[in-house]
């Protein structure tokens, strides 16, 4: 439990630095510059990693219920999908999986690569 | 508290109950089944989109009921750093090849994205908005309004591509032999964000880290490419 709210200050401290950040520098979202800030105080150990892990580990499983509601709002673009719904979603299919594929493969060429000369 | 704020406050908490029960019912469900299709945030909107159909209630009104899901997001995106930390020593020698690859994937893909929609559709705001659908929402929907975009089209052209990615990506690349984990979680994270990164973080931790690191490169590369390439195009099409 002391864990728990150790991680949630954590978290909450990491994001007020990123809503900082936004709002002097601008360019990416609050919660971007939080991520790197929070990956930044566990790498230079003023995060407790050990404190952190489990309730970080189960919040990581039970995230997806947050991007439902923003999911929900395509109920308001039915007019927009009707018109060119089938040609948005066969553009957008097609351009992530060439996305996937090339990022993918070419990863795993530099990973075999690497284990052959090593 | 007068009686209207009362109620507004009982729809609160049924919609985000309602919401999440929903949503571990398939998510139970698909840990039961093991089936890659029984995606529980894709079902979980589907359910909800009939309901409010059926109760004929607005987007607008379940949406503020259910605020406190969406404003979890944010601190949703910073525990991603943690996978990203434990993985970081791992990849600090091979920064300048990860950076690279994503880079010029996102230059193409987008590239191509932007010139495929213009002679499908010749709609210049569409365009704009789909070539800036593998990034994380904010960014995207920023991005558009820069550019010209329509913001309705990109958002829901990056739900589409995160579930893609969150539902086809890992059994796509195991057939084209993307086998690493490694690999894996960097595919996804560039073409389909925290989205695909939350649902694949389930897989490994590895896909985690590094869903998590190509999802902010991807990011920060889009932002600082698009609007230098997609105007470009726009002029050279039009």
């Known amino acids: ?118 | 508290m007068d009686n209207h704020s009362f109620m507004d406050v009982i729809i609160a908490v049924v919609f985000t109950l309602v919401t999440i029960a929903i949503y571990h019912v398939f998510a139970w469900l698909q840990k039961r089944l093991q089936l890659v299709w029984l995606n529980p945030m894709l079902l979980s909107i589907i359910v909800l989109i009939s309901i409010l159909l059926m109760f004929t209630i607005s987007f607008e009104q379940y949406f503020a009921a259910t605020k406190p899901l969406s404003q979890l997001l944010e601190p949703a995106v910073v525990a991603l750093g943690f996978p990203l930390y434990q993985h970081l020593k791992t990849m600090k020698y091979q920064w300048p090849s990860i950076l690279a690859l994503l880079t010029l994937s996102s230059i193409i893909v987008i590239a191509i994205s932007t010139l495929l929609t213009l002679t499908l559709l010749a709609l210049p705001e569409i365009a704009v908005s789909l070539s800036l659908k593998s990034v994380t929402t904010p960014i995207g929907i920023a991005l558009t309004e820069e550019l010209g975009g329509n913001s309705a089209i990109t958002a829901f052209s990056i739900i589409l591509a995160g579930l893609f990615g969150a539902i086809l990506g890992p059994s796509w690349l195991g057939l084209i032999g993307v086998n690493s984990a490694k690999a894996q979680g960097l595919a996804i994270g560039a073409a389909s964000h925290a989205l695909g990164t939350a649902t694949i973080s389930k897989i490994s931790y590895e896909h985690a880290a590094y869903g998590s690191l190509s999802l902010i490169l991807s990011a920060m590369i889009t932002a600082l490419i698009s609007p230098i390439l997609i105007p470009a195009l726009l002029s050279l099409m039009i």
């Open chain 1, 1 to 118: 439990m002391k864990d728990a709210i150790y991680s949630i200050i954590a978290v909450v401290l990491c994001l007020s630095l990123g809503k900082l950040a936004t709002a002097l520098l601008g360019g990416f979202p609050a919660s971007l510059y939080g991520m790197i800030m929070f990956t930044l105080l566990l790498h230079l150990q003023l995060l407790n990693a050990n404190r952190i892990k489990k309730s970080i580990e189960w919040a990581l499983q039970n995230m997806g219920v947050c991007f439902v509601p923003a999911g929900v709002g395509i109920i308001n673009h039915f007019e927009l999908i009707k018109n060119h719904g089938l040609t948005i979603v066969f553009i957008v299919f097609i351009t992530t999986f060439l996305l996937m594929t090339l990022v993918g493969i070419w990863y795993q060429i530099i990973i075999n690569k690497g284990q052959n000369n090593g």
